[in-house]
Nanobody, 132 residues
Framework: QVQLVESGGGLVQAGGSLRLSCAAS????????EGWFRQAPGKEREIVAG?????????????VKGRFTISRDNASRDSAKNTVYLQMNSLKPEDTAVYFC????????????????????WGQGTQVTVSS
């Protein structure tokens, strides 16, 4: 089991920045790629960004390209216990949502799943609100 805890959400004005963190803990019997998802009221959950367990491949949704950056702290040799970050710049009101981090076990160091159904572990979410 892997536990994920997000932090860093809050209220920010349009054009501002926030940095989300996702700290992983627990038993690790595999490498994990990780993704950030978001869900706004009345909308479906969508992937925002993802990173392979090796950190060598990244994915961004078109709506956040050039504004958001995903990264991971590979200080631990155990990729399941690293911290993953989402730097969000030039925030827009449409970025308002609950943001979740998720982890997917994968042997492929290049894999970045974009389907939320492929992620086994999820955090509790952190609210991001962007005012206009």
């Amino acid at each position: 089991q892997v536990q994920l805890v997000e932090s860093g959400g809050g209220l920010v004005q349009a054009g501002g920045s926030l940095r989300l963190s996702c700290a992983a803990s627990g038993r690790a019997d595999s490498h994990y790629s990780e993704g950030w998802f978001r869900q706004a009221p009345g909308k479906e959950r969508e992937i925002v960004a993802g990173i392979s367990w090796s950190g060598t491949r990244l994915y961004y949704a078109d709506s956040v390209k050039g504004r958001f950056t995903i990264s991971r702290d590979n200080a631990s040799r155990d990729s399941a216990k690293n911290t993953v970050y989402l730097q969000m710049n030039s925030l827009k009101p449409e970025d308002t949502a609950v943001y979740f981090c998720a982890a997917a076990a994968d042997r492929d160091p290049w894999a970045v799943p974009v389907d939320g159904g492929k992620y086994e572990f999820w955090g509790q979410g952190t609210q991001v609100t962007v005012s206009s």
